[in-house]
C-alpha cells in the first residue's frame, strides 16, 4: 500500500517554481548575446502631444549623435542608431559585462500630419528630443464669435 503524504502548497510552489528557473537556465544558455542584443538596445520613447506639435523623447545614452539617422516618411518617424562595442583587449577578463552595444531602430506613426520640414532635434546628456509642428490644417483654431447690437424697430401710428 502506498504511504499517504500530506500536501503542502508552499512545497508545490517551491517545485514549480524551480521547474521554471530550470526552464529559463536551459532556454537562455542556448541563446546567443546577439539573439538578446535587439530587445536591450532599442530606446525608451515619451511622446507628447501639444496643440501645436509632437515632442518625442528618446533615451539613448552613450551614442554618439553623428551615429544617429533620424527620418521622416508621410506619418512615421523612424530613429536608427549604433552603439558600438569597445575593442576588447587580450590579457583581460571580464567579470561582469552587462553594457549594452549592437543596431537600433525605431518607428513610429504620428495620428496628424505634420510640417516635416520644421522638424527640429536636439540630443543632451544621452535624451534625444524631437520638436514636430502640426501643420496649420490639423492645428485647432478659435473662431471669434461675433455679436451684433440688438435693433429697434420703430413704427409710426396711423392717423385717423
Not at 500500500?1 to 528557473?21: G, N, V, Y
Not at 552595444?101 to 528630443?129: C, H, M, Q, W
Request: charged content about 35%; aromatic content about 8%.
Amino acid at each position: 500500500m502506498a504511504d499517504l503524504i500530506r500536501w503542502d502548497p508552499f512545497r508545490e510552489m517551491m517545485r514549480f517554481r524551480e521547474a521554471m528557473d530550470r526552464l529559463f537556465d536551459n532556454a537562455l544558455a542556448s541563446t546567443t548575446w546577439e539573439w538578446r542584443t535587439p530587445w536591450l538596445v532599442e530606446p525608451a520613447l515619451d511622446v507628447v502631444e501639444t496643440a501645436d506639435d509632437y515632442v518625442v523623447k528618446a533615451s539613448i545614452p552613450g551614442i554618439n549623435p553623428d551615429d544617429l539617422e533620424i527620418t521622416f516618411t508621410e506619418r512615421t518617424l523612424t530613429i536608427k542608431g549604433e552603439v558600438k562595442e569597445e575593442e576588447q583587449r587580450e590579457g583581460v577578463q571580464y567579470h561582469l559585462r552587462e553594457r549594452r552595444y549592437g543596431s537600433f531602430s525605431r518607428s513610429i506613426t504620428l495620428p496628424t500630419p505634420v510640417n516635416a520640414d520644421a522638424i527640429e532635434a536636439k540630443y543632451e546628456a544621452g535624451v534625444l528630443t524631437l520638436r514636430i509642428p502640426k501643420t496649420e490644417e490639423v492645428k485647432p483654431k478659435r473662431i471669434p464669435i461675433k455679436v451684433s447690437e440688438p435693433k429697434m424697430i420703430e413704427g409710426k401710428a396711423k392717423e385717423k
